[in-house]
């Protein structure tokens, strides 16, 4: 005969045991996601990630055959792993400078392995900036692609690059921290994907790219066309935004090495004082620009940092979400100032980018100006929402002020870091735990497993107990912030 433990055989508690493991695994398995491919809990990509930036950049064909055939996951696990380097033919080269027989073979159903083949061709998985080509007087040097394939660099007498047949026309176009973009002249096309096409059509003698014809001619001006010079002027400076931070709250700020050093390319100043204008008759805004302009000097700062040639997105909570925030909340030095450092991504955003973002990615990581922490965003009900849980956020009021440097996109809460929000949670659940037990409940929970089980017995061990508790009450106050 088995032993009882309170009423409860071992084998029947075994099988309960067990039941419960087996829901725990099932609950633990990976989600189907909404297009039906199956996505791990928790996986993003950065939005500062070269392959962000390549679905978003003016490469707009070589960006629409990437989604065409389905590459994104390759290119995620890809980029998860490694730097990769993107030689990206401009957008004519694939319109106009392309077989129209060769591009409708792509795009066939039944050929997606060789316009997959073909794409792959163009990405190398490492990083290869315009510096790292051989000299003239060297040997070209090989790369192999992610299609197994060998691609090589040359650089000809009269400072020439190319890759492969290709010249390259745009050097380091796009910089990412994962991978740089190079523009090209034209498609590259590899040997197994040139003889299955023409084995396709068993014309062997097709070329999938037309020959060069004559020089490109403006169609506005009618005159030949310049190649645009591979920096121009007021262009996003080389070193990362943190470098012309000022050290601190209430500190002065530091020099910033931007693209025109003292000679600014940007009013930076005038850009900020536009944008919280812009706020004010908007309306519902106040205490974000109360914030920015009376409680800290980070107008200032976000004034000197465009100056410098940097773009920011800010994410404005509305003035019911600012009216939630609590004493504790704000009392300790300089918190205004991490709070909004929290709320401003330093790259430029749109609703149309982020949504387009989280669209074919899921969920998307936003560095901002507050390290190491990130504000994710992720698709919910046709919007973009930004964190998770109970501090979550949805994209309120889309676009509030654009001009190419500054974006202003309108929140309906406030967001905090991961790390704040588990302590926080932590205490609310301490206190929430005080106010349930404040009347014996053990006696009763045993009583409701028993039942269920099917074995109750109406008693408990001689040395049962039921605990003691106390009651508890939690105050909060709400602070009124002057507009």
């Not at 055959?65 to 990769?84: C, D, P, S």
């Not at 498609?187 to 060069?212: C, D, G, T, W």
């Not at 991504?345 to 507050?370: C, H, W």
């Not at 301490?430 to 039942?451: D, F, H, N, Q, W």
């Amino acid at each position: 005969m088995d032993s009882h433990i309170y009423g409860v055989s071992k084998q029947t508690l075994f099988l309960f045991t067990l039941l419960c493991f087996s829901v725990a695994s099932i609950s633990a398995l990976p989600h189907q996601n909404k297009t039906g491919n199956s996505t791990v809990t928790g996986q993003m990509i950065n939005s500062n990630s070269v392959l962000v930036a390549l679905l978003d950049s003016h490469y707009t064909e070589l960006a629409e055959l990437v989604e065409k055939a389905l590459l994104l996951q390759t290119l995620e696990e890809a980029v998860g792993k490694h730097n990769i380097t993107i030689f990206a033919p401009r957008n004519e080269a694939l319109e106009r400078q392309l077989n129209p027989e060769f591009k409708r073979f792509l795009l066939e159903p039944g050929n997606l392995k060789s316009l997959q083949t073909l794409l792959l061709f163009h990405i190398i998985p490492q990083r290869v900036g315009s510096s790292d080509w051989p000299g003239h007087k060297s040997n070209p040097t090989r790369h192999t692609t992610l299609c197994n394939d060998h691609l090589e660099l040359i650089t000809k007498n009269s400072g020439k690059k190319l890759v492969g047949s290709a010249a390259l026309t745009r050097p380091n176009d796009v910089t990412r921290p994962d991978g740089v973009i190079h523009g090209i002249e034209r498609l590259l096309v590899p040997q197994s994907v040139q003889e299955e096409f023409n084995r396709r059509r068993n014309l062997r003698s097709i070329s999938a790219v037309l020959p060069e014809g004559a020089p490109e001619v403006d169609p506005r001006t009618h005159r030949l066309k310049k190649s645009e010079p591979p920096v121009r002027a007021g262009s996003q400076p080389v070193l990362p935004i943190y470098d012309a931070m000022s050290p601190g709250p209430s500190l002065a700020p530091a020099p910033a090495p931007g693209p025109g050093g003292p000679h600014h390319h940007f009013d930076g100043e005038s850009q900020v004082k536009d944008f919280i204008q812009t706020l004010l008759h908007y309306g519902g805004y106040n205490e974000m620009a109360d914030i920015l302009v009376n409680l800290t000097s980070l107008a200032t700062e976000m004034g000197r940092l465009v100056s410098e040639g940097y773009v920011l997105t800010v994410l404005a909570p509305n003035d019911e979400a600012m009216a939630k925030l609590t004493t504790d909340q704000l009392s300790e030095p300089g918190a205004p100032e991490q709070i909004i450092y929290y709320h401003i991504i330093p790259e430029y955003q749109t609703e149309e980018s982020m949504y387009n973002a989280v669209r074919r990615f899921g969920k998307i990581g936003y560095d901002t100006l507050r390290l190491p922490h990130k504000v994710v965003a992720q698709e919910a009900d046709g919007s973009v929402k930004f964190g998770s849980g109970d501090g979550s956020a949805y994209l309120f009021d889309p676009d509030i002020y654009t001009d190419g440097r500054i974006s202003v996109q309108g929140i309906d809460g406030v967001l905090f870091p991961e790390v704040e929000k588990e302590s926080t949670s932590v205490k609310k659940s301490v206190s929430s735990v005080k106010i349930a037990t404040t009347t014996p409940r053990r006696g009763k929970l045993m009583e409701v497993a028993c039942r269920v089980l099917g074995t109750f017995r109406t008693g408990f061990p001689p040395h049962y107990m039921p605990m003691k508790h106390t009651d508890s009450s939690e105050v909060s106050e709400r602070v009124e912030m002057e507009p």
